[in-house]
């Protein structure tokens, strides 16, 4: 199995910036894809960035341009820099990391609260 652990969020006033940490432990080789995912209130969790193994990265169209997703497989960790903060980037935001077909890892959740 594999426990990712998520840190980093928090309040912050639009325009301001937040870092995001997920690190895993327990069976973590052969990491394929990590990403990071957000739900809001009353709406569906999305997909807010992925990086491969490759170090191919992907963005959601609302954060592109202002949040950069990072990897370090040394560590086992991803990360998410948030800038730019916006009030509509209010969510828990989740950390997935994927190992195979249906090994698929996800932590707990951290808040982000961004006032205006």
């Known amino acids: 199995q594999v426990q990712l652990v998520e840190s980093g969020g928090g309040l912050v006033q639009a325009g301001g910036s937040l870092r995001l940490s997920c690190a895993a432990s327990?069976?973590?080789?052969?990491?394929?894809?990590m990403a990071w995912f957000r739900q809001a209130p009353g709406k569906q969790r999305e997909l807010v960035a992925r990086?491969?193994?490759?170090?191919?990265?992907d963005y959601a169209a609302s954060v592109k341009g202002r949040f950069t997703i990072s990897r370090d497989n040394a560590k086992n960790t991803v990360y998410l820099q948030m800038n730019s903060l916006k009030p509509e980037d209010t969510a828990v935001y989740y950390c997935?990391?994927?190992?195979?077909?249906?090994?698929?890892?996800w932590g707990q959740g951290t808040q982000v609260a961004v006032s205006s």
């Open positions: 990086i491969t193994s490759g170090s191919t990265t």
């Open positions: 997935y990391m994927n190992r195979g077909v249906r090994l698929d890892y």
């Open positions: 327990g069976r973590v080789f052969s990491i394929n894809d």
